[in-house]
């Protein structure tokens, strides 16, 4: 097991694919909010940055100018309407165009049987999982038809699994899916291209963490946790940030101008669509 058996190296420039293009990403995080930034960046695009941490939003700002990109930081509580629709205006004001709105902030929904649910925690995290993601498609669609361009929801393999612990996180997704394909066929007429992005285990920190967790519950080692879980997959190991990152800013490219109303899985062969 190795986070070698792809390379991640961020010395050399991506492929131009989305060169001058701006790209509006909502939930800068660690793992994959930091590979999608930085991957971006790669890529030639511009970067409007958001969440509700400015410190985490300048570290990541400096990570896209040493591309040499540009990085607007507005911190922004996406429940919150009138911050909403400040963080359009900036965007325009300050870069004066959107190409791509990448939805991938994520509230963490209770993690209990769907019986046992608390209805408000549950409705707090929709408020982050679905309803930010629709308010912010429908702000940024005006921008979005000049571009001709797209959004991107990046959405979970959770959608797979009948698991009772999984079952709230699993109705923000389902949810989620839901609304991307509404988005693709309303949208679809503005030229606007509506996609989402489905990961299983992504290989970084916080799994990483949870990982050695498993392993220190059940006295194996943090190799053994991860060939479990790999073993699952056609690949036989878990995808890198980076890989999901690159994923999601495919769609964001040219290179799926005729791409909409679909989900991709990232998951290294785990799940296969029939």
């Not at 570290?59 to 930081?73: D, F, I, N, P, S």
């Not at 930010?132 to 429908?138: E, G, I, N, V, Y």
Request: with cysteine; net charge negative.
């Amino acid at each position: 097991m190795t986070e070698s058996v792809v390379s991640t190296s961020s010395t050399d420039e991506g492929l131009p694919l989305l060169r001058d293009k701006v790209v509006v990403l909502s939930g800068v995080g660690p793992g994959l909010g930091r590979a999608l930034g930085e991957e971006a960046a790669r890529m030639g695009a511009d970067l409007v940055l958001v969440s509700r941490t400015e410190r985490r939003l300048e570290k990541m700002a400096e990570a896209v100018r040493a591309h040499g990109r540009r990085a607007l930081v507005v911190p922004t509580d996406i429940t919150d309407e009138r911050q909403r629709v400040r963080l359009v205006e900036r965007a325009l004001e300050e870069l004066g165009r959107v190409d791509c709105l990448v939805n991938n902030a994520f509230g963490i929904p209770p993690m209990d049987p769907v019986t046992t649910l608390d209805l408000q925690a549950l409705r707090d995290a929709q408020e982050t999982n679905v309803f930010a993601p629709l308010r912010l498609s429908a702000l940024f669609a005006d921008a979005l038809a000049a571009t001709r361009g797209s959004i991107v929801m990046v959405n979970s393999c959770v959608l797979h699994s009948s698991q009772p612990e999984y079952s709230g996180y699993k109705l923000s997704k389902g949810t989620l899916a839901h609304l991307a394909s509404s988005l693709a066929t309303e949208l679809g007429p503005r030229g606007i291209r509506v996609n989402s992005v489905a990961p299983s285990y992504i290989y970084e920190d916080v799994n990483k963490a949870y990982f050695d967790w498993l392993a220190s519950e059940s006295g194996r080692t943090h190799e053994q946790v991860y060939a479990e879980k790999a073993a699952a997959t056609d690949l036989k190991r878990l995808a890198l940030p980076e890989e999901v990152a690159r994923a999601v800013l495919l769609l964001a490219s040219d290179l799926a101008s005729a791409v909409t109303g679909t989900m991709l899985n990232v998951d290294c062969g785990e799940f296969h669509d029939h």
